[in-house]
């Protein structure tokens, strides 16, 4: 969850309060829009500061810093919710201006979320926009990421290029034979001579990377990340909660 909300600033602020170089405190805040607040409002979801720091004005500090933030971000309410044995917490919050609500919280815990599978046992078929070159794959991709390196955005014209890469026993073209275009020293991509569709990325012979925008069912795989994000073009903004990586990252190196 932390390394999620890392990545989208717009949802949250994580503050830590420093004290000769050593972490003595933090608190996390993430943004959402209650219907009744009637616009952006902030949920103090952790307000902590070790015992050993206790009583040294930390505490406020940060909850004075995360309202802050809250206003900036343009939220118009902050909420938190305090436990019952918490007076010194319900204090400091009723001093800074907090006000209790004559309510109780529930709550209905759905269990672990449950990761859509990458694509149905059967494979996925696929081809280029004139029909001249189709695909078929006999397998379930190993990974599937938005790629974002320079290369597949130059080769597709495209700000990035979704892939989904399978073994490549598994994969046939089973109409057509597509032109090859050696992108890098290590590095062969096909696409379609005549329309000009990318269909597949090969860099070693044991596994095929196939653009999942050329699949005929796209909603049969799903994304699990996103690689090259340094390359990434500075106004493509992805708001999802899928792990970032600065090159390939591990799933991508281990396919």
Do not use: K, N
């Not at 602020?13 to 996390?28: D, K, S, T, Y």
């Not at 933030?69 to 309410?77: D, L, P, V, Y």
């Not at 070159?133 to 495209?158: D, E, N, Q």
């Amino acid at each position: 969850t932390v390394e999620a909300l890392l990545h989208r600033p717009r949802r949250a602020r994580l503050l830590v309060a420093r004290l000769e170089g050593a972490a003595v405190g933090v608190a996390a805040l993430s943004f959402v829009r209650p219907i009744e607040h009637g616009g952006r409002s902030a949920w103090l979801e952790e307000l902590y500061v070790p015992p050993a720091h206790r009583g040294r004005g930390i505490g406020r500090a940060l909850l004075r810093a995360a309202c802050g933030e809250a206003a900036r971000g343009g939220a118009c309410a902050v909420d938190l919710e305090v436990q019952a044995d918490h007076e010194r917490a319900a204090e400091l919050y009723a001093r800074e201006g907090f006000r209790p609500l004559e309510r109780r919280r529930w709550v209905l815990r759905l269990g672990p979320a449950i990761a859509a599978s990458p694509a149905p046992a059967a494979g996925v078929t696929g081809g280029c926009f004139c029909g001249a070159l189709r695909y078929r794959t006999s397998a379930r991709p190993r990974v599937v990421v938005h790629c974002h390196c320079r290369t597949c955005r130059r080769t597709s014209g495209a700000p990035m290029v979704t892939w989904a890469t399978f073994a490549a026993a598994d994969f046939a073209f089973t109409a057509g034979a597509p032109a090859e275009l050696r992108s890098s020293a290590h590095a062969t991509r096909t696409f379609c001579g005549a329309c000009g569709t990318a269909l597949t990325w090969r860099a070693c012979p044991g596994s095929v990377d196939v653009t999942v925008g050329s699949m005929d069912d796209p909603d049969a795989v799903a994304p699990q990340g996103h690689v090259w994000t340094s390359s990434a073009v500075a106004w493509l903004h992805i708001d999802d909660d899928l792990p970032r990586h600065a090159t390939e990252g591990p799933a991508a190196a281990d396919a």
